[in-house]
Each structure stands twice: as structure tokens, then as C-alpha cells.
């Protein structure tokens, strides 16, 4: 169990038991709802957002901008 709200790519990965890069390539292809402070800045990953990736889900904004 992890208390952690936000993840860095190489914090989910290890929680999505996942390589960083995929974690990175799926924030790029806006597969995964990731948050950048700046363009090509480092990525941060939403703990809800990461789980609804991790089971193949869209993320609660993902669907309300899909709306
Ligand atoms: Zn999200």
C-alpha cells in the first residue's frame, strides 16, 4: 500500500509494475493522464489516474474531456 498521490514515470512504473519508458510513452500518446509543469518538462501521474490506466480504463478527466 502507498500513500503516494502523485508519481513521477519512474515511480509509476514501479507501481504499475512497468518499464519508466512505457510510462512515458503512454503519457505522450495521452494513453496515461500525465501533468507537465512545462512543455517537455518531467511528467507527474495522478495515483486515480494511474490506476484507471494500469486496468485499461480512462481516468475521470480523460472522460469528462471526452464528454
Ligand atoms: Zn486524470
Known amino acids: 500500500m502507498s500513500d503516494r498521490t502523485w508519481h513521477s514515470t519512474s515511480t509509476a512504473a ?13 503519457c505522450e500518446a495521452e494513453e496515461l493522464h500525465g ?3 512545462k512543455a ?19 481516468c475521470e478527466h480523460q472522460k469528462a474531456g471526452a464528454a
Open 14 to 26: 514501479d507501481y504499475a509494475d512497468c518499464h519508466p519508458v512505457t510510462v512515458l510513452k503512454a
Open 35 to 37: 501533468v507537465q509543469r
Open 40 to 58: 517537455r518538462g518531467r511528467w507527474r501521474i495522478h495515483v486515480d489516474c494511474l490506476d484507471a490506466w494500469i486496468k485499461g480504463q480512462r
